[in-house]
């Protein structure tokens, strides 16, 4: 069935290093990816998505890979800060009759001054 | 403009009481959506909107009923509520199809079922 998975689940990194999180997807259909970024208590906020048509995109220190052949695609975040810490969630799209997302479970991600 | 606005923020009911959530959206977004949000389970689609008047099941809307009689409201009821619908709800809205555009979300329904 229609399934994201998302990897670690928990991640904690010292200030300053890299942190990747991985999703994996089982519609081979699939053509959207966003994450979103929850801060505690707050709303998910988008904060960066991919198009199936590329490969890769990158906005300032983040940046999202997307490996189509695989189906998988990964966050990754360059020199972490404090403010970086929070849940971080992927989703796929799947086409199943209708255009929706499906979320992956969550990493949290703690940043470590 | 205010995005996606959701009331109200907290609420506590009884089991087998019944409530209604409502979500607002300015942005003329054909598309609405209403998400649950457990521990550990990322968000999981209860019903969605293509449009006014129109509404569809997601993966879990057993217990929940949606109406959406104007394009910038969407509303989401418990009949009788159960403690398994202990959860945080949230409200999105996008442009369109909501796989191809990303979605909005409000800031959120904390709801307990006592």
């Known amino acids: 069935g229609e399934n994201v998975e998302q990897h670690p689940s928990t991640l904690s990194v010292q200030e300053g290093d890299s942190a990747v999180i991985k999703c994996t997807y089982s519609?081979?259909?699939?053509?959207?990816f966003p994450w979103y970024k929850q801060e505690l208590g707050k709303r998910p906020q988008l904060i960066i998505d991919?198009?199936?048509?590329?490969g890769e995109k990158k906005d300032q220190r983040i940046a999202v890979t997307l490996n189509k052949t695989a189906k998988h695609f990964s966050l990754h975040i360059t020199e972490t800060q404090p403010e970086d810490s929070a849940v971080y969630f992927c989703?796929?799209?799947?086409?199943?009759?209708?255009?929706?997302?499906?979320f992956g479970a969550g990493t949290r991600l703690a940043v470590h001054p | 403009n205010a995005g996606v606005t959701q009331t109200p923020k907290f609420r506590v009911l009884k089991t087998g009481q019944s409530m209604t959530l409502l979500c607002a959206q300015d942005?003329?977004?054909?598309?609405m959506y209403w998400y649950r949000q457990d521990p550990g389970m990322g968000l999981r689609l209860i019903h969605y909107?293509?449009?006014?008047?129109?509404?569809a099941k997601g993966e879990v809307p057993d217990g929940y009923n949606v109406s959406r009689l104007k394009k910038q409201n969407f509303l989401l009821g418990l009949e009788s509520a159960a403690p398994s619908q202990t959860s945080v709800y949230f409200c999105a809205s996008s442009y369109e199809g909501g796989g191809n555009q990303p979605q909005h979300f409000g800031d959120g329904t904390r709801l307990s079922i006592l």
């Open positions: 519609d081979s259909a699939s053509n959207y």
């Open positions: 909107s293509v449009g006014e008047g129109t509404t």
């Open positions: 991919i198009r199936s048509n590329v």
């Open positions: 989703a796929a799209s799947f086409s199943g009759g209708y255009n929706k997302l499906i």
């Open positions: 942005m003329n977004h054909e598309y």
